[in-house]
């Protein structure tokens, strides 16, 4: 936020991940079928929400990187794999290597970054050209466009020298195409520079351990020139994409399909990330959450796009260790979890949420052993009371509010409210999106709080008025219009990650599509997370996170209820479906290094 980062993960995995599947460990291989690869064929996706967004700056769900996957390339990405852990490490994408001090491409003094680009990585426009260095010049002056700016933009306002100036400026402009590019053509951002059409440097303003972890993501996808004569995103732009990856997009009804194809000016010799089995990808958006599990059962689709899969399934298919089903991470980790926003402005429950002694109330209110079993079951839902997950800097084996089979502690909860000066209880408005894993678990929250002596009062919307009105936007919270509503957040990577998973909580990155929505500030905090963003090595974050994160407990700025793992559910004739983490911490299987068992015309 001005010291970490986005939204994008977190609305991300909300309407990507209504629910979450249990399957078995990604390590084992998920097919055991001893299959060829083989090449040729058309993959079938299904799903009920469309792509949010074709432009990779400002996506902001879980499925859209799907699609970037086989679309878009970074400097630097994460190969899928088996073993879960081995998609954790970095590899060079299009540039030639992952830059270190050994090699020369990070200063000793850690502020500067210098990245040297493959050739023959090039655009499928007309003619053919080169990726250059300025298209990713281009790229991080566009995290910021006033048309549009992305979620992410906190990661590099935060690390990148001279970003937070620039952005100021492009914030006043006028949001048209003309008047951006003249603004972005004019104007440089100091830490950024072109050295030559193949070296790109990216001068830091202190240094960062997890700086190659935002190079990876997205948003710092190479952005052609070409774009510049469009709104981002606007339907003029999608009739005019270009791509770099292994598929381009040939087609897109909104709300009906996605087509991608083959991109002929991909070269597979620049690319060792992705194969590219398949020939070509259909999408079907229309279909609702029912019927498309119903065709990935009938084996009509192939996998899901954008959906989870259903507890009940969930349990039947762990049961029977259904091979089509692949969890991650192994062990205790988890990739996301549930919780409660709580919204801090005064306006809110007539300034109530503002007294720790009712925050504290709220956490004991909560029966998350319930929310367990309304998620996935407790095979890959584990409770939670802190804000780190395992696997999350700052984790921790201490739960600060956990209480007996964590079913709540509803007597200690109306003592707590008695002393903040609620003895008669409370009524809260409590928002949720209208899909049916929200509305159950909005239900059974409010039978939780009642026994406590709060009232909830359940606020349902769509997923554009949730995350559009309501939780992407400032209004309706400075308003009061909601005092909790059930959010979802996920990291951006493992390993050190506070950047990623603690924007919830940073005031400083207060702006619409972040994940602070309800406007927590406590400078104490920003302090701790300055620090811990500035440590030298690994083992001093750790320390410094910790000590973050246990301030944030105490402070009960949400209501953290449950950790869930990854899981994807995929056709039989599906091989090698792998998690992809590029962007995300896991949407479905990485389309471009699955293939089709019985696919013709191919060659291994």
């Known amino acids: ?132 260095a300025g298209d990713f010049v281009r790229a991080i002056k566009m995290t910021c466009n006033p048309a549009l700016p992305g979620g992410t933009l906190p990661y590099y306002t935060a690390t990148i020298s001279g970003l937070t100036a620039y952005c100021d400026g492009f914030a006043k402009v006028k949001p048209t195409p003309p008047a951006m590019r003249a603004y972005l ?80 000016t991909w070269d597979a010799s620049t690319d060792h990330v992705r194969r590219a089995w398949v020939d070509s990808i259909h999408v079907d958006v229309s279909a609702s959450a029912e019927a498309a599990w119903q065709q990935i059962e009938a084996g009509t689709a192939d996998a899901a796009f954008g959906i989870g899969i259903s507890p009940t399934t969930t349990t039947q298919l762990v049961a029977t260790h259904d091979p089509r089903l692949v969890q991650y991470p192994a062990g205790e980790g988890a990739i996301w979890y549930w ?26 209110a909560v029966n998350r052993m319930a929310i367990v079993q309304i998620s996935s ?44 000066g609620y003895p008669n209880g409370l009524t809260l408005k409590l928002a949720a999106m209208r899909v049916p894993q929200f509305e159950k678990m909005a239900q059974t929250l409010q039978a939780d709080f009642n026994r406590a002596g709060i009232t909830l009062e359940i606020i349902t919307l769509s997923p554009v008025e949730y995350f559009g009105t309501y939780l992407g936007g400032l209004a309706a919270a400075e308003r009061g219009d909601w005092d909790l509503a059930i959010a979802n957040w996920s ?9 990623s998973v603690y924007t919830s909580f940073d005031d400083r990155a207060y702006m619409k599509n972040t994940g602070n929505y309800g406007h927590y500030a406590n400078a104490e905090a ?54 992809s983490v590029q962007g995300a911490l896991g949407a479905d299987c990485d389309i471009t290094n699955l293939w089709l068992a019985g696919a013709k015309g191919g060659q291994p």
């Open 1 to 132: 936020m001005t010291a970490p980062h986005t939204p994008r993960a977190r609305m991300v995995a909300a309407l990507a991940l209504l629910t979450l599947c249990a399957c078995r460990d990604a390590s084992r291989d998920a097919t055991s079928s001893g299959d060829q690869p083989v090449r040729g064929g058309t993959l079938h996706l299904v799903g009920n929400l469309d792509a949010d967004s074709f432009f990779p700056t400002a996506a902001a769900l879980i499925f859209d990187y799907q699609l970037f996957r086989g679309t878009t390339r970074q400097l630097l990405t994460f190969p899928s794999d088996s073993a879960f852990e081995r998609q954790l490490t970095l590899v060079a994408d299009i540039a030639r290597e992952v830059p270190t001090r050994e090699n020369g491409g990070i200063s000793n003094d850690g502020l500067t970054y210098t990245f040297h680009l493959q050739p023959n990585v090039r655009w499928n426009s007309a003619p053919p050209r080169a990726v250059t």
């Open 185 to 264: 053509e004019s104007h440089d951002v100091s830490g950024v520079r072109a050295v030559d059409d193949s070296t790109l440097r990216i001068t830091l303003r202190q240094p960062a351990l997890d700086f190659l972890n935002l190079v990876a993501l997205p948003a710092l996808t190479p952005f052609p020139i070409e774009y510049l004569a469009y709104l981002p995103n606007d339907a003029q732009m999608r009739q005019h994409l270009l791509s770099v990856g292994p598929y381009a997009v040939h087609g897109h009804i909104a709300n009906r399909t996605i087509a991608l194809g083959r991109n002929p």
């Open 339 to 364: 919780y409660l926003a709580i919204n801090m402005n005064r306006t809110a429950a007539g300034g109530a949420l503002t007294k720790l002694e009712v925050r504290h109330a709220l956490q004991y």
């Open 377 to 420: 079951g407790p095979s890959v839902t584990m409770p939670t009371s802190q804000v780190a997950l395992p696997g999350w800097s700052g984790h921790t084996h201490d739960e600060p509010y956990a209480t007996s089979g964590w079913r709540g502690d509803s007597a200690r909860a109306r003592q707590l409210l008695a002393a903040a």
């Open 491 to 499: 990291a951006d990577w493992f390993g050190v990650n506070g950047r």
């Open 526 to 579: 920003n302090r701790r997370m300055d620090r811990a963003l500035a440590a030298r090595t690994t083992a001093e974050a750790d320390s410094l996170w910790r000590d973050y994160t246990a301030l944030v407990n105490a402070d009960s700025p949400i209501i953290p209820l449950v950790g869930i793992k990854g899981g994807i559910m995929h056709a039989p004739r599906v091989r090698n479906c792998l998690v």
